[in-house]
């Protein structure tokens, strides 16, 4: 059976439900059942239309996780060139140094926002 592909609504809910759970973790015990327990649950009352199972969670938040923490480095990079930038114009230079490394779009700009603080 081929999985339902992932609504943005969905990343966005899932990331919320991450930042919601970590305060309620320590990080030694943040890969463990638990922990994603907690996020199943958190993510399950808000969900938008589909049932996920912790793994497929687990799964794409990790995705979520590694592509906003390489664009994190990519926006403080920015920030510590020392320019006068304005936030909005550090972050369209942060996006396109990510596409001019990475070789692609950076998508997950308002999981970025939720999580940015807590990578």
Do not use: N
Not at 19 to 46: A, D, K, M, N
Not at 59 to 68: E, Q, Y
């Amino acid at each position: 059976m081929a999985s339902i592909p992932w609504m943005q609504k969905e990343d966005i809910t899932l990331c919320e439900s991450w930042v919601e759970t970590l305060s309620h973790y320590t990080p030694c015990s943040r890969s463990s059942g638990p922990f994603w327990g907690s996020i199943l649950q958190h993510f399950s009352i808000h969900r938008v239309d589909h049932t996920r199972t912790i793994d497929a969670l687990s799964s794409c938040f990790r995705t979520i996780h590694v592509d906003c923490e390489r664009f994190e480095q990519f926006h403080i990079a920015v920030e510590h060139q020392g320019s006068d930038l304005g936030k909005d114009d550090t972050i369209q230079v942060a996006f396109i140094d990510y596409r001019h490394e990475v070789g692609r779009e950076f998508k997950h700009v308002s999981e970025w926002q939720i999580i940015r603080f807590f990578i």
